[in-house]
């Protein structure tokens, strides 16, 4: 598309043989760029024959030392590869190469090494392409610290907008590295560790012990405790060695997996809850996709020809939302609901007893008011009237001063005397601690006080003077004086009433 003067819009263009532009609406000529193959000489100032023109390239291409890099780069990355046993995978090279490419593009190697931009870029191929790798391992290859490492992964995320992408913000997935570890135990390719071991993570995420710690320990927690169900001899050693953690880390794991409910199970009864839970969530999906008429994807893979699994996400999307969202609640939810419990539990108990007391008192009336109404159908008609009046008047205010007494009771036991709290009686004191903390204020603050009893006896003494020169002073001064003293004494009175 081009624009044209004459047709005052972007127009198609159309280039002939003789490379005139001409618009495709009206026909007028844009550009005059007539190329020639036939080479034209001049006579330059010294009078010799020179080749007018230039030689343009056929085919553009990048310089030949940017070309150098990225083969250099590639053949690093292919090293790189090997290095980290990845096998015959030229693919994620391929893929590490072209997050390379955009690095050097926008000037990311400037000020920094190679190999670590190279091992970050195969990183993030690995991370996509769900490769057991993590960035310790590239780490240790190129013996660096791995803060420098992250450093560098993080900041190129940064460049290359990946920092809202799925690959640094979901978490690592435990079922490809459980493998590689299973296997690399002496004896372990067995699966049922393998599988053991997820369950166990799968249990770990129910019971919302992934939220805020690091996945590695984690795994090394349920790889120690599938190999050692099944009989395998390793130590705790053999499992941070794969895992790069400290023992500390794996043992405190342990504990907060023995203190959940499902650290009290069996590996055979952890097998059978999964298959409870699997069971469960495939007749919700079912019934889910029975009664949704729509089938549309509504995740990340919206577009993709993927099926709809159930709520409008696919197979994997399911899969991850039921692992962190599908388990029970979190543990400060669970003591806050214990807690409103017990305390809507106390308050039933405090009302049973309450209603309990009332009805006792209702049933033990005195007998005198049943006398007394016999007594008033003795009685002529008016007397009796009037009297039985006075009297059923009197019984109804005794029983509402009962219910008022016994409604009243609530209210007495407002004063939070029945909390028992350590902490909070930490912070009360006693009358022998006000005692000596009054002593402690006092002699640290010794000076403010003497500055304050000096201020108070000024203002007594001119107090007492100024009396003294109205004491013998007429009497109608003495009334303007009253009468003044009465008006600020209603005026500041007024402005107590209205800040209350």
Known sequence: ?????????????????????????????LKFDNFSTE?????????????????VRSIESENLSRKRLYDKAYD??????????????????????????????????????????????????????????????????????????????LQLCKVLNLTEHPICQKLLDPSIFIHKYTASLAGGKNKDISQAALTIIANMNRDWLQTGRRPSGLWGAALYISAISHGLNCSKSDILRLVHVCEATLSKRLVEFENTESGSLTIEELIERAEELKDRSTEQSNFQLKASSSKELLCQHKGINKPSFAFGLCKDCYAYFIGFNGGSDPPAFQRAERQRMEAERQKMEK???????????????????????????????SIGSAGGHRVADGAYDTRHEADDTSFKAPDESDNFSDIDDAEVDGYLHNEEEK?????????????????QAAKEAAAAAAKEAWEANFKDCPEDLQAARELNAAVAAAVEKSKKVIFL
């Not at 081009?2 to 609406?25: E, Q």
């Not at 000489?41 to 230039?54: D, I, N, R």
């Not at 190999?115 to 190129?142: G, H, M, T, W």
């Open 351 to 381: 009302t049973s007893a309450m209603d309990e007391a009332n009805s006792h008192s209702f049933e033990n009336e005195p007998h005198s008011q049943h006398v007394s109404r016999d007594e008033e159908q003795r009685m002529p008609e």
């Open 39 to 55: 080479v034209t000489f001049v006579k330059s100032t010294s009078g010799l024959s020179q080749m007018a023109g230039s030689f």
């Open 435 to 451: 005692h000596y903390k009054k002593i402690i204020w006092e002699k640290m603050n010794q000076e403010y006080l003497e500055e």
């Open 76 to 153: 690093d990355l292919i090293g790189m590869k090997n290095g980290l046993g990845m096998g015959e995978n030229v693919a994620i090279v391929k893929q590490a190469m072209e997050y390379y490419r955009l690095a050097v593009e926008r000037n990311f190697t400037k000020g920094r090494r190679t190999d670590q931009v190279q091992a970050a870029c195969l990183y993030i191929a690995c991370r996509e392409n769900r490769k057991p790798y993590l960035l310790i391992d590239f780490s240790n290859y190129l013996r660096i610290n791995i803060y420098v490492l992250g450093a560098v992964f």
């Open 1 to 29: 598309m081009v624009f044209c003067k004459a047709c005052a819009r972007d127009v198609p263009g159309i280039r002939d043989g003789d490379g005139l532009l001409s618009c495709g609406r009206c026909g007028k000529v």
